[in-house]
């Protein structure tokens, strides 16, 4: 398990990466996340070009693709070391959702795709955004939905409603996830993923979802999409006609690991800031914080879970490089809900030891309370994930237990 944790090819590179983090990214956070997107986006910019020339950009990537190459365990390292910002995968190139549409047109994409949608999001030129999850259907259920794509000659004419579409605001195309194959005796043969890109006629953008109060804007926004007779091309098919939830599962395997280690990230800078805080906030001179008993059990406690949720991550990430996504389901359900929770606990713990600082934006932490809130829900709630691994454990009882 602990040689989870070094990889040769990460020594130099890790304190690299967080050198960069410390002293590129971290300084400008509090001013830049109070800003528009497009603001944002402009001083990335000249960040982006100095990521692109310490040779860091798209650390994700396959050598196929003129990537580093990293195995998942090493992917998984990067990817807490750019988590502990709000802007660190951002700047890397890294970012959801694009990191898992990049994975899919990379493995599914013909060739006229890898050339229109990969390259451009490979360069950072554009952005992407997946619309699969509907207001009016639960979301828990990924059969059960009801826009629908219907072939017309050499087109798919699009209708429904979506929502939670994350970053589809200002992004070049979606990938949308419709029923092609109402017929089709399996449930799970009936849905498709099309490329829509978001300047088809019919492709209505209603309005970014407020969450706890924030509209968003761009890459850092869920907006809610009306398909109006979208008509597209046959060719903007990806992969074979219900094939949809073959490839959702292929595009999510490895991005909970990659969401699970940003968690991580996010978990670790907290502490760090709840411990810089608890050693130096004084409640009465020369008496901090951190000399009280409940502040050093909200320390222990986060570090305990912390580490736990770091080499269970690690784990699932190498049972998955060593079995595949299908072999790794039970660690995957596992680490889902866990590290979600982990990072919740600790954010909070963070907040409360800032006392109102913690609520301010003057630190990343509320801004994590409030949009990694989500993180329980996303990529599959931690309800469902909990059933799934209990459902998996009941079966070595003889208890089989019967989806819905
Ligand atoms: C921040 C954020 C970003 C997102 N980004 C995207 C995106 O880019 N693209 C996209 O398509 N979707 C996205 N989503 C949507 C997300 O995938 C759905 O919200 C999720 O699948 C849950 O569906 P739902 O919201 O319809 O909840 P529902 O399915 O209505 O479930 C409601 C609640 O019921 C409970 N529940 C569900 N199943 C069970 C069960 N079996 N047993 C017990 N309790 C259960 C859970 O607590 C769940 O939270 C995003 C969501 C969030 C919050």
Redesign the pocket.
């Known amino acids: 398990m602990f040689d989870l944790l070094s990889s040769k090819k990460l020594i130099n590179l890790l304190p690299k990466i967080q050198n960069f983090m410390e002293e590129e990214i971290f300084p400008i956070e509090k001013e830049v996340m109070k800003m528009p997107f497009k603001e944002v986006e402009k001083i990335l910019r000249s960040k982006k070009e100095k990521v692109q020339d310490l040779g860091l950009w798209n650390p994700y990537l396959s050598q196929e693709f003129g990537g580093p190459g990293f195995t998942l365990t090493e992917v998984a390292r990067i990817g807490e070391v750019l988590g502990q910002s709000p802007l660190g995968h951002f700047t890397f190139n890294c970012q959801a ?1 694009d990191a898992g549409n990049i994975e899919l047109l990379m493995h599914f994409g013909s060739d006229d795709m890898k050339q229109k949608y990969l390259k451009p999001l490979l360069d950072g030129e554009i952005r992407s ?5 509907e207001p009016h259907f ?4 990924p059969i059960y939905m009801g826009l629908t794509a219907v072939k017309e000659g050499d087109e798919y004419v699009i209708n429904g409603h ?1 929502w ?3 970053s589809a605001d200002g992004a070049a195309f979606a990938i949308v996830m419709a029923i092609t194959n109402p017929e089709a005796e399996s449930p799970y043969a009936r849905a498709s993923m099309i490329i829509v890109p978001t300047d088809t006629q019919g492709f209505n953008l209603i309005r970014n979802v407020p ?1 706890m109060g924030h509209a968003g804007e761009g890459w850092h926004s ?1 907006s809610e999409i009306i398909y109006d007779n979208v008509r597209v091309p046959t060719s903007n098919l990806i992969g074979m006609e219900g094939s949809g939830f073959l490839l959702a599962q292929e595009r999510l395997g490895p991005g909970r690991i990659h969401h699970c280690m940003r968690w991580i990230g996010i978990a670790e800078r907290s502490f760090d800031l709840m411990c810089k805080r608890a050693a130096t906030r004084d409640l009465s001179p020369g008496k901090p914080l951190g000399t009280k008993q409940s502040i050093q059990n909200f320390i222990a406690e986060s570090r305990a879970e912390i580490d736990a949720a770091r080499l269970m991550v690690m784990n699932a990430a190498y049972a998955m490089q060593t079995k595949g996504n299908k072999g790794a389901r039970q660690e995957i359900s596992t680490i889902k809900f866990f590290t979600a929770e982990v990072m919740h606990r600790v954010v909070n713990r963070a907040i409360q030891t800032h006392g109102a600082l913690g609520i301010t934006d003057d630190t990343p932490l509320a801004f994590w309370y409030r949009e990694e809130r ?1 993180a329980s ?8 994930h909990k ?1 799934a691994l209990a459902k998996r454990i009941l079966r070595k009882y003889d208890l089989k237990i019967r989806n819905n």
């Open positions: 959702p955004c997946f619309s699969m999850t639960a979301g828990s259920n979506k939670f579409t994350s969450v869920h989500g829900i996303y990529d599959g709630t931690n309800e469902t059933a």
